[in-house]
């Protein structure tokens, strides 16, 4: 049996001077439904919370987050890079000024200090 990709990474053709950016200023989070989303700054320790069917931009800086889902179908903009989750399950990512990846829970809980949320 064949399973399909959850996450989709979508490469942005953002070119300037025929270079592509190679640094995250900023990152978006796009629910295609009304989503329960957290961002936990792992420099800081500071938590934002969102319930929204809007778009929401989240200003990465020079710091470390993690991000995580609710149930739902979103995607994750960048400036490098789109994540498009086409699935309801939960799920986790680690977010700095060079990458955007998904991670699992276990590593999550890790770099959380052993906190689910």
């Not at 996450?7 to 796009?30: F, H, P, R």
């Not at 439904?33 to 931009?57: H, M, Q």
């Not at 149930?71 to 977010?95: C, M, P, Q, W």
Request: glycine content about 6%.
């Amino acid at each position: 049996k064949v399973e399909e990709e959850s996450i989709e990474t979508v490469e942005d053709t953002l070119v300037n001077n025929d270079e592509k950016a190679e640094i995250i200023y900023n990152v978006t989070v796009n629910p295609r439904v009304n989503l329960w989303f957290g961002f936990i700054n792992l420099d800081t320790k500071a938590r934002k919370e969102f319930i929204t069917t809007e778009s929401t931009p989240i200003d990465v800086g020079e710091q470390r987050w993690l991000l995580i889902t609710g149930h739902g179908r979103l995607s994750v903009a960048s400036e490098l890079t789109t994540l498009k989750v086409n699935d309801s399950a939960k799920h986790y990512f680690y977010i700095d000024s060079s990458e955007i990846r998904e991670i699992n829970r276990t590593e999550f809980k890790t770099l959380n200090n052993g906190r689910g949320w």
